[in-house]
T-cell receptor, first 116, second 112 residues
Framework: AQKVTQAQTEISVVEKEDVTLDCVYE???????LFWYKQPPSGELVFLIR??????QNEISGRYSWNFQKSTSSFNFTITASQVVDSAVYFC?????????????FGRGTQLTVWP | NAGVTQTPKFRVLKTGQSMTLLCAQD?????MYWYRQDPGMGLRLIHY???????AKGEVPDGYNVSRLKKQNFLLGLESAAPSQTSVYFC???????????FGQGTRLTVV
């Protein structure tokens, strides 16, 4: 079973629109970490955020914000006022404290295209 | 500060050929990982290492071998390449359980 589900395979928006990328995870551990990575067309993986299971505070970083809700096992990512440079594949990932040491379980990714 | 460096960045192999992908990190990290990325599949763990001289299988280990003879290096070997191993390979390292993982730039491998 998929531990991390990103139901949106592709999303297209026009510049300046807000967009939310969904991430639903599954774990039995009480201690775990959630991540978001960005993969631009150049191919590298860019770390965006890490959140541990004990910190449910939402976080905002510039145009990016994250909504962590343990009750629904979701860790959604919102880009406000999207820009063309936001076009990339975005991955949500889970790491479990009790699992294979430090390994990340990735979702299948969401391809975001922002049109000018 | 190089971080995690993968060599080579691109490679084309013929079916049956062998090759080794090198991952080097300069952050003194204990943990190192090899993932493969395939379209629509996200990244999947091939093998990992929790320290010099130790390795273990991940989710998709078949057809690959690894070695960690030095703490800073983690090698991924393909003994007899198959077209199914066409993929982008990422190496990652981390200093302890569950922190941010630092990724290399990836190696794009094509097996024809």
């Amino acid at each position: 079973a998929q531990k991390v589900t990103q139901a949106q395979t592709e999303i297209s928006v026009v510049e300046k629109e807000d967009v939310t990328l969904d991430c639903v995870y599954e774990t039995r551990d009480t201690t775990y970490y959630l991540f978001w990575y960005k993969q631009p067309p150049s191919g590298e993986l860019v770390f965006l955020i890490r959140r541990n299971s004990f910190d449910e505070q939402n976080e905002i970083s510039g145009r990016y914000s994250w909504n962590f809700q343990k009750s629904t096992s979701s860790f959604n990512f919102t880009i406000t006022a999207s820009q063309v440079v936001d076009s990339a594949v975005y991955f949500c990932a889970l790491s479990e404290r009790g699992s294979t040491l430090g390994r990340l379980y990735f979702g299948r990714g969401t391809q975001l295209t922002v049109w000018p | 500060n190089a971080g995690v460096t993968q060599t080579p960045k691109f490679r084309v192999l013929k079916t049956g050929q062998s090759m080794t992908l090198l991952c080097a990190q300069d952050m003194n990290h204990e943990y190192m990982y090899w993932y493969r990325q395939d379209p629509g599949m996200g990244l999947r763990l091939i093998h990992y290492s929790v320290g010099e001289g130790t390795t273990a299988k991940g989710e998709v280990p078949d057809g690959y071998n690894v070695s960690r003879l030095k703490k800073q290096n983690f090698l991924l070997g393909l003994e007899s390449a198959a077209p199914s191993q066409t993929s982008v390979y990422f190496c990652a390292s981390s200093y302890s359980i569950n922190p941010e993982a630092f990724f290399g730039q990836g190696t794009r491998l094509t097996v024809v």
